[in-house]
């Protein structure tokens, strides 16, 4: 095996990787380097940074699913069941590209202006009927 610092002792004389090497053994003359200064040029467009972000989250998105006539009743009865025997519901619903989920207690179910209403910790949550996509 060839000798990469010779002047090292016999276990670090054959080791490429400075890290493995204790600190007193390497040369204190190394320069610094220019450190975080070459990055500064990176930094100068956040706005290229927010857009990628923005990019990369809008990939995850997906279409609102459409339910069926069979599902819609289903959710029907599930939401009737849950109103009048067990009021604490999982919903899941549909919000900007999303299925997100809530937990509470079913509170009202106002066909006028088509919302369910729920009690969940931090208050009263409205939620419109036409986004539910499940109901456990």
Same mark, same amino acid.
Not at 72 to 78: A, F, G, K, P, R
Not at 93 to 96: D, P, T, V
Not at 98 to 101: F, V
């Given at each position: 095996?060839k000798?990469?610092s010779?002047g ?9 990787d400075?890290?493995?090497i204790?600190?007193e053994y390497l040369?204190?003359n190394?320069?610094?380097g220019r450190?975080?200064v070459k ?6 467009l956040?706005e290229?940074?927010?857009?990628? $972000?923005?990019y990369?989250?809008d990939?995850d998105?997906i279409? +609102?699913?459409t339910?069926?006539? !069979?599902?819609?009743?289903?959710? #029907? ?8 025997h067990?009021?604490q519901? $999982?919903?899941s619903?549909?919000?900007?590209g999303?299925?997100? +989920?809530v937990?509470?207690?079913? !509170?009202?179910v106002?066909t006028? #202006?088509q919302?369910?209403q729920m009690y ?5 949550f409205t939620?419109k ?7 456990k």
């Open positions: 095996m000798k990469i010779p090292m002792p016999e276990p670090y004389c054959y080791e490429t400075y890290r493995k204790p600190r040369n204190s190394i320069p610094q450190g975080i990055w500064a040029a990176f930094k100068t956040p290229q940074y927010e857009r990628l $972000e923005q990369i989250k990939q998105k279409d +609102k699913p339910l069926s006539d !069979h599902q819609m009743s289903e959710l #029907n009865d599930t939401l009737m069941m849950k109103m009048f067990d009021p519901a $999982e919903v619903y549909f919000e900007n999303y299925i997100k +989920k937990d509470g207690f079913v !509170h009202k106002d006028h #202006n919302v369910l969940i910790d931090e208050g009263l939620l009927l036409s986004e539910i996509v499940e109901i």
